[in-house]
């Protein structure tokens, strides 16, 4: 299945209230550019591109100093476009990633020095390209998560 998408707003405007400082926007994608970074064969919907320069241009706007890149279901347990975020961005990005049950913890160490401090479980029903997320994953993935502060 593959659902459109509203694509993002063009025209984003400064709040009328401003953000205080230091403020953070604790969830947002990254989408593309899909030449770059395409997404999974199977997925639910197909975003336009909204890449990490909209981002910052967005948060620039909104007034937040930092934010939390939360990888996108289109991607499945592709976490490229969010690593490579967090590479450009080390000072004002962190992120929540998607992995797989089988994650190992030197992938988890390597993702985590990178500014990866959460990692995304979820039960999708219907499906996304990668099989259910939920609680048997964060079961076998919570001691490498802890062991990884």
């Given at each position: 299945?593959?659902?459109?998408?509203?694509p993002p707003?063009?025209?984003?405007?400064?709040?009328?209230?401003?953000?205080?400082?230091?403020?953070?926007?604790?969830?947002?994608?990254?989408?593309?550019?899909?030449?770059?970074?395409?997404?999974?064969?199977?997925?639910?919907?197909t975003?336009?591109?909204?890449?990490?320069?909209?981002?910052?241009?967005?948060?620039?706007?909104?007034?937040?100093?930092?934010?939390?890149?939360?990888?996108?279901?289109?991607?499945?347990?592709?976490?490229?476009?969010?690593?490579?975020?967090?590479?450009?961005?080390?000072?004002?990005?962190?992120?929540?990633?998607?992995v797989?049950?089988?994650?190992?913890?030197?992938?988890?160490?390597?993702?985590a020095?990178?500014?990866?401090?959460?990692?995304?479980?979820?039960?999708?029903?219907h499906?996304?390209?990668?099989?259910?997320?939920?609680?048997q994953?964060?079961?076998?993935?919570?001691?490498?998560m802890?062991?990884?502060?």
């Amino acid at each position: 299945m593959d659902l459109p998408c509203l694509p993002p707003i063009a025209d984003t405007r400064p709040p009328k209230i401003p953000s205080p400082a230091g403020a953070c926007d604790t969830h947002f994608h990254i989408f593309g550019p899909v030449a770059k970074f395409p997404f999974a064969e199977k997925r639910s919907y197909t975003p336009d591109d909204a890449p990490l320069e909209h981002l910052l241009k967005l948060l620039d706007t909104l007034g937040m100093a930092r934010g939390v890149v939360v990888q996108a279901h289109p991607y499945g347990t592709d976490n490229t476009v969010v690593l490579d975020a967090l590479r450009r961005e080390p000072k004002r990005l962190r992120a929540a990633a998607i992995v797989k049950p089988d994650t190992g913890r030197e992938e988890l160490k390597r993702m985590a020095d990178l500014g990866v401090r959460a990692l995304r479980f979820h039960h999708m029903p219907h499906g996304v390209g990668f099989s259910s997320l939920g609680m048997q994953s964060f079961e076998k993935l919570a001691p490498l998560m802890a062991d990884l502060g």
